[in-house]
């Protein structure tokens, strides 16, 4: 079986082939940026991209995005570039994190977001981040950095 | 056999000794940091500095913060310093990341250690050992705000790689030939008896990807027994825990009319008159007439940080036991496994990870004894990770309490101030002490459950008393203690009180303010949010409430909050806006302190409006974030957060906001709607308009 990750292909053993698409990310390839936090698809910490459109990972079997293109938080810019993807910068920019651990995917959902609707009204941002919980409390950053990498400022 | 002896509660001066064999459970309490201990913090070597930051990083953004000292201190570059979180072998005993007191209690120290060391390598000294010079505050430059970094912003440490996706979190750590583990246990409280009945232990060996079944007695958590299983992928753990299909014998069950029994501080008082401890002794004339006289019931509720708990532990060939941890506590997990297996501290090394929220709920060990004793029996890397549902079923909890407060005024002012509260305990934990140990404790008092009780008012005749119960189910710290919701119990009393003298609650409250702290901040927000001017007229379908509460916390650290709320005719809420003003002394970092501004608010948010954790058959009845929810993006408004920076000496900002914010929502719901919230969480058919 093979898998697209951030325009990669990956061969996965048969031991793996039974686990989530966020398991083998994590821990069979090494990319930790999507995270277990519910394990249900009820938090969105897991989220990634497949084809472009936010999918929670631990609830997704192999088959089901095999040959399909998946793209985690680690795809949004090459290692080692000088530049980040906007969103991730307007992250860092609006300083978003505290704990960090549910913002690989906010990160993703904003991502997809502004694919979808390059200028979001509050609303339509507020639609798209309501399944992304975060239990810190940074949900009027998110908002901001939002905003910041529409091009809207701050 | 050597001694042990043990400090339980330094200040009410009682020592507790105890003689070696016996089943003590190791207590966190190391002392205030000094600058001999910060020296251990700081090293220099070829012109690079680095910082061994002796906090957990749980968000706070600590590593960024103490940075900031570091930097102005030894008048180097940002660039010049690697701020990293350390193993137990790189920095002498510290202890655990609780209270706010990361830069109240940890910066000057930094400070003196660094200005020590600059003074040092000035001399010429390149090698050795130096003695840390303890210098006031006023003869270091980096707390008196003249270096470039302190005061000032910067960029936050590890959020770089935060946004890359890069490992930082124990769940992130991988490790050469790791295995995955799971404890399995009755969902039964580790407080009811349980243990395993029968398994099929044949099925669970043909599960693919099975490795082992542990059976260890230091698996037992309480009175619950643990299995363990290990497998070669995590994808097998759910598998092969299906194909066990463990049944367990449990002694004992509750349902939460039990716990509401047990607490029910009306009935408490009519039987007992007087409750365990009195934090204000004031005596009650008989015969008192009371103007508010309110009940307040808040449930047993999650910290529910994103990151499950999570470790990782190896032993090494050679014996040394590493463990990559997501601890507030750094020794006392190094403590108490080195206790449990019977190894030298020295050869457990834990490496604190970036947390993924912790709130005060991973403040004991739990997940790293588990990951250990996995990793010794099969001789191998054991990643272990509980899932959302073991978080709320063996995790401990925001305790549910009981509270009565009644009020009598005298002229339009406070004169009796009676607040009775029941509580199960916090800081002498169940989830730790076995009940003769807690009984012990009692004798001290559990300050976790006392903070914030005694009120920041005036009043001629204060009586404010508290009965601690150990309950079946398992509580200990919860972000701000007792204060949360002592905070809305005396907040929302005092909005009543206002009401009843028929005065403005902003002037009812300046007027019986003692500290000119809290005052400012009263004021800082009623200038924000213009509480004095004219508010638009709602629609005639809605209704409006605009509400303010306040607080102090801990004696260090000041908050004033202000909240509108709109409340539709079926009893639907929308909060429209906050506002908080928010003193913790001088600042080192004011976003950040912003920052847990904004997170405080957000869990007032949660605690009026979803923090529950039901409980049914002897468990906590919540599986998933469906059963017991926290706030979303579109309950939280836009908020306000005004910076007071006194200039006094630097207080905690990490718990202060929640003593209020729950308040204010609620004392606005109370005037949109003339409903007093007084069972926690709210249910919207309970402000439903009369004639629906």
């Known amino acids: ?154 | 056999m050597m001694r042990r002896r043990t400090w339980l509660a330094a200040a009410a001066g009682l020592t507790v000794t105890f003689t070696a064999g016996c089943a003590l459970p190791v207590i966190p309490k190391r002392p205030k940091p000094q600058a001999e201990d910060a020296l251990s913090w700081i090293r220099h070597a070829d012109g690079r500095y680095t910082l061994y930051v002796p906090r957990a990083e749980l968000g706070q953004n600590i590593l960024t913060a103490l940075k900031q000292v570091a930097c102005d201190e030894l008048g180097i570059d940002w660039a010049q310093l690697d701020a990293r979180l350390p193993a137990t072998t790189d920095v002498a005993p510290v202890r655990g990341t609780v209270g706010s007191e990361s830069i109240k209690d940890f910066a000057l120290p930094l400070a003196q250690a660094c200005a020590t060391l600059r003074e040092a390598l000035a001399a010429g000294q390149r090698q050795g050992v130096i003695a840390a010079k303890p210098l006031p505050p006023e003869a270091l430059r980096s707390l008196r705000g003249m270096g470039p970094y302190v005061g000032r912003p910067v960029p936050l440490e590890q959020a770089p790689a935060i946004v890359r996706g890069q490992p930082l979190y124990a769940s992130d750590v991988r490790r050469p030939g790791m295995v995955y583990g799971r404890v399995l246990r009755d969902p039964a409280s580790p407080e009811l008896p349980s243990r395993l009945q029968a398994m099929d232990e044949a099925a669970a060996r043909a599960v693919p990807g099975f490795v082992a079944l542990v059976r260890d007695p230091l698996l037992r958590q309480g009175e619950s027994e643990g299995i363990g299983i290990v497998v070669s992928t995590p994808g097998a753990l759910d598998r092969v825990e299906a194909a066990l299909a463990v049944r367990w014998q449990v002694d004992g069950s509750f349902a939460q009319a039990d716990i509401d029994a047990l607490l029910d501080i009306d009935a408490r008082l009519a039987r007992e008159g007087s409750l365990g401890r009195q934090l204000e002794d004031g005596r009650i004339a008989p015969g008192t007439a009371w103007d508010v006289d309110l009940r307040f019931d808040i449930p047993l509720a999650a910290h529910a940080p994103l990151e499950t708990r999570a470790a990782v532990a190896e032993f090494a060939p050679d014996g040394l036991l590493r463990l990559w941890v997501g601890t507030q506590d750094l020794f006392y997990v190094r403590d108490v496994v080195a206790k449990r297996l019977d190894l030298d501290p020295a050869r457990v090394q834990v490496q604190a990870q970036r947390v993924g929220g912790a709130f005060g709920g991973k403040t004991i060990c739990t997940v790293e004894m588990e990951a250990a004793v996995l990793a010794r029996a099969v001789r191998a890397p054991v990643k272990l990770q509980w899932t959302r549902a073991q978080e709320f079923l063996f995790a401990f909890h925001r305790p549910p309490s009981s509270h009565r407060l009644r009020v009598a005024l005298k002229d339009g002012r406070l004169h009796t101030w009676w607040h009775a509260q029941a509580s199960s305990h916090i800081l002498f934990t169940n989830a730790v002490l076995p009940p003769w140990l807690q009984r012990l404790a009692n004798l001290v008092g559990d300050d976790g459950v006392a903070r914030g009780a005694v009120p920041p008012y005036r009043a001629p005749v204060r009586r404010v008393e508290l009965d601690v119960i150990r309950l079946p189910v398992l509580t200990g710290p919860w972000r701000g203690l007792g204060a949360g919701p002592n905070g809305f119990a005396i907040e929302c009393t005092m909005d009543e009180c206002a009401r009843r003298a028929g005065a403005d609650p902003l002037r009812f409250r300046l007027d019986h303010v003692q500290d000119p702290r809290l005052a400012r901040v009263l004021q800082r927000v009623a200038e924000a949010c213009a509480w004095d001017a004219p508010r638009p007229a709602a629609p005639p379908d809605l209704r409006r409430g605009r509400g303010l509460a306040c607080g102090i916390y801990k004696g260090n650290s000041y908050v004033a909050v202000v909240a509108d709320v709109e409340v539709q005719r079926d009893g639907s809420v929308r909060l429209t806006q906050l506002w908080c003003a928010h003193d913790a002394g001088r600042l080192v970092n004011p976003d950040q302190v912003r920052a847990q501004c904004e997170g405080n608010l957000v869990w007032g948010i949660g605690m009026v409006f979803s923090d529950r954790l039901p409980v049914a058959d002897g468990r906590v009845a919540a599986a998933s974030f469906a059963d017991a929810p926290i706030p979303r993006m579109s309950e939280v408004p836009p908020m306000q957060v005004l910076l007071v920076d006194s200039g006094d000496a630097p207080g905690g900002a990490g718990e202060t906001a929640i003593v209020a914010a729950g308040a204010a929502v609620a004392n606005a719901l109370r005037e949109a709607t003339g409903v007093r919230l007084q069972r926690l969480p709210l249910q919207p058919a309970a402000l439903a308009a009369k004639d629906e």
């Open chain 1, 1 to 154: 079986m093979q898998l697209n990750i951030n325009g990669q292909r990956h061969d996965i053993p048969a031991d793996w082939q039974q686990d989530t698409l966020l398991a083998v990310l994590r821990e069979h390839l090494g990319l930790v940026g999507a995270k277990l936090g519910c394990g249900v698809g009820l938090c969105g910490a897991c989220t990634v991209l497949v084809d472009g459109e936010p999918q929670r990972s631990c609830l997704l079997p192999l088959p089901v995005v095999a040959g399909r293109a998946v793209t985690t938080l680690e795809g949004l810019s090459p290692p080692g570039a000088a530049t980040l993807h906007p969103v991730q910068q307007a992250w860092l920019d609006e300083a978003v994190p505290q704990c960090g651990y549910c913002q690989s995917g906010q990160i993703l959902t904003a991502v997809a977001l502004l694919r979808r609707v390059p200028k979001p009204d509050a609303a339509q941002v507020d639609a798209a981040f309501d399944g992304q919980l975060c239990r810190c409390g940074t949900q009027q950053r998110i908002r901001r950095a939002v905003q910041r990498a529409a091009g809207g400022g701050a």
